[in-house]
């Protein structure tokens, strides 16, 4: 492979959706390796040894770790096509400011094996008024990102960019939170799911996202182990 590139990914995770979709976005070829979380791989573990998380891209035996920093590092190498980050320095500095937003969403959202108290993991994680006041957290969140894409097609403008390549990952897990909190996040954030169906239009995304009925059979099984059923 020309460009010599390797993604170390685990299917479900919406971190790596979003470096998988940056990837396909800019028509990279690269090697897929799916991890085992519960026995990660001596690669993982040599390329990422401090975190040992995924997703990490190994790019001419390099690897680069945390999946806003790999987008940003594939968006600035292959910068020729299908840039994310816009060239004005200014615009630029605001997109910059926007992941800042991205990753205190990204710290209320579900991580796996991690943050046992944010408000989607105990959506289908607990039941009674637990699972009633994570779906409000959850609700609510939601509606300060709707505050800020307002009428906009995008977070940043008229075509996909850096914030929704990030956000977009989430999504097929909606269908997930929905099932087992008993409740629609259209009804209470449309503008949301409208533009959730907008980057679906793409192909890298459509293309990319797993399954939601996929997502939900794997979170059925979790809550199994985790004896919530």
């Known amino acids: 492979m020309a460009e010599e590139v390797v993604l170390l990914d685990f299917w479900p995770s919406m971190f790596g959706v979003r470096v998988r979709i940056v990837l396909a976005e800019k028509g990279i070829e690269y090697e897929y390796r ?23 891209l190994i790019h001419k035996g390099k690897p680069v770790c945390e ?19 816009p060239s004005d320095p200014y615009q ?17 959202f579900f991580v796996f094996d991690e943050l046992d108290f944010n408000p989607p993991r105990r959506i289908w994680s607990t039941k009674g008024e637990e699972q009633e006041a994570a779906k409000k957290e959850f609700i609510e969140v939601l509606k300060v990102l709707e505050e800020q894409l307002k009428d906009k097609p995008f977070f940043g403008g008229e075509t996909l960019g850096y914030v929704d390549v990030c ?31 907008r980057c679906m239009q793409k192909e890298s995304v ?24």
């Not at 999946?67 to 980050?85: G, N, R, T």
Request: net charge neutral; with cysteine.
């Open 167 to 197: 956000l977009i990952g989430y999504y097929c897990w909606f269908y997930a939170y929905e099932t087992f909190g008993n409740f629609s996040i259209e009804a209470e954030c449309p503008q949301i799911i409208a533009w959730a169906k």
């Open 67 to 85: 999946s806003s920093i790999i987008v940003q590092y594939i968006d600035e190498v292959w910068h020729d096509k299908a840039p994310l980050l």
């Open 206 to 229: 459509s293309k990319t996202l797993p399954d939601v009925k996929k997502v939900f059979g794997f979170v059925q099984e979790v809550r199994k182990k985790f004896g919530v059923d």
């Open 92 to 108: 630029r500095a605001q997109a910059s400011a926007w992941s800042k937003i991205e990753n205190a969403f990204v710290w209320i």
């Open 34 to 56: 799916e991890e085992d979380l519960r026995n990660k791989s001596s690669l993982l573990l040599q390329m990422n040894p401090v975190h040992k998380k995924i997703p990490v």
